[in-house]
């Protein structure tokens, strides 16, 4: 008969056991992204059987996938089976475009456009000059797009591994699985298809490894197929994509525009508001509508924005409501694109329309001006100061 003591030894080390298992499953359990969970709505609906552009005899149907509809567009052909319909008609339009009103909600759409536009992205091509397109090229030749999902969001099933699938670059598998981030430990992963760094700082190592050998699909090593460079693009790229996050409709815009710029760093997260000068049409307009009442004479609401260093840090609003003023990549969640965009007073919300004058408020295109650098990633060089356009 064991001793008390030996009993209670035992009880801890099944308790440890068992915590390990727990930590280490809930780090590497599966993850959903945007494009994941529109993938499953569109197989669900159904919604291929008729975009995927083969339908072109009576009725005229476009491809879903690279769908360049305007986003409130989108969704109305979606919710209500036309171009524009009010909530709660939704109707069956004379194209024969059924109406989903009720069956999906505004998030479930928001899904669907990002899978529609990550489905039917294109790589640049070889003239591309931006580090950041050379890195989605090397990924693009050396197949990672197969296995971790187009523009790495995930959604490739792997039999025999611990979460049934091949982890994606974005979200916190992926850090965990490279060390939070580490550049080192990426590299590692490509060069080696394994990553010892990451199985020796696990509980359940040997487990881990067991996973690793006896899933189908296993990750191959580059060392000897990608050159030195191009292995460098490749972890610089994880890291972009990885600091985007999962991938909604309107990162893919910021991951759009970074493509562009032949200027862009791609680092870590930590250096995402690095690079390129504020666009000059957004420094006019933060010039001659914001710098009087947040600047360095008088800062309302506790928030200044005349340079970079003060525009990204909180104001009292935004510290109450515990959001980011600007948000690189992500319009609607940054509290500056919802004051400049609202229309009406929400003190329910701490939401107010800025400037405050009504003859002064943002036009349509000036909105779109802010909304397109908020979601090109919001780049603004910590050596510009701006100045207000009054004189007072």
């Known amino acids: ?28 359990a599966a993850e959903e992204t945007p494009y994941i969970r529109g993938a499953a709505l569109i197989d669900t609906h159904g919604c291929l059987a008729c ?21 409130e567009e989108f969704q109305a052909w979606v919710l209500y089976g036309c171009p524009q319909a009010q909530p709660g008609r939704a109707q069956q339009s004379r194209f024969g475009m059924p109406a989903y009103e009720g069956h999906l909600d505004p998030e479930d759409v ?24 050379r890195g989605e090229q090397v990924a693009l030749k050396a197949g990672c797009f197969d296995c971790h999902g187009p523009l790495g969001q995930g959604g490739i099933k792997n039999t025999g591994s611990f979460t049934g699938a091949i982890p994606g670059f974005s979200g916190e598998q992926f850090k965990h699985l490279c060390d939070d981030g580490d550049p080192a430990a990426i590299e590692e992963w490509i060069r080696h298809g394994t990553s010892e760094r990451f199985l020796s700082g696990e509980p359940l190592a040997g487990l881990g490894r067991s996973f690793m050998s006896s899933q189908l699909t296993k990750m191959p090593a580059y060392q000897d197929i990608l050159s030195d460079e191009e292995i460098e693009l490749l972890v610089r790229y994880c890291l972009h994509i990885n600091s985007l996050g999962p991938m909604s409709a309107e990162r893919y815009e910021a991951h759009r525009a970074a493509l562009a710029s032949s200027k862009m760093e791609v680092t870590g997260q930590e250096d995402s508001l690095a690079g390129p000068s504020l666009p000059r049409e957004v420094a006019e307009l933060f010039s001659s509508k914001c710098i ?69 408020r943002l036009s349509p295109e000036e909105l779109k001006v802010i909304r397109d650098w908020i979601a090109s990633g919001a780049p603004w060089s910590d050596k510009q100061t701006l100045q207000s356009a009054y004189s007072d």
């Open 1 to 28: 008969m064991k001793s008390p003591k030996a009993s209670s030894v035992t009880i801890a080390l099944i308790l440890l056991l068992i915590t390990g298992w727990l930590l280490w499953s809930s780090a590497a």
């Open 51 to 71: 975009h995927s552009g083969n339908l072109m005899g009576a009725m005229k149907v476009p491809p879903l996938r690279g769908c360049e509809l305007p986003e």
């Open 110 to 133: 928001q899904d669907i456009l990002a899978w529609s536009q990550i489905a039917g992205h294109e790589v640049p091509d070889q003239a591309a000059l931006s580090d950041l397109a």
């Open 292 to 360: 009087r009442c947040h600047g360095p004479k008088k800062q309302k609401s506790d928030y200044r924005m005349d340079t970079a260093a003060a525009a990204f840090q909180s104001g009292d609003i935004a510290d109450f409501l515990e959001v980011s003023v600007i948000q690189p990549g992500a319009p609607r969640e940054s509290l500056l694109y919802q004051f400049v965009s609202a229309t009406e007073e929400d003190s329910l919300n701490e939401v107010f329309p800025m400037p405050p004058s009504e003859d002064e």
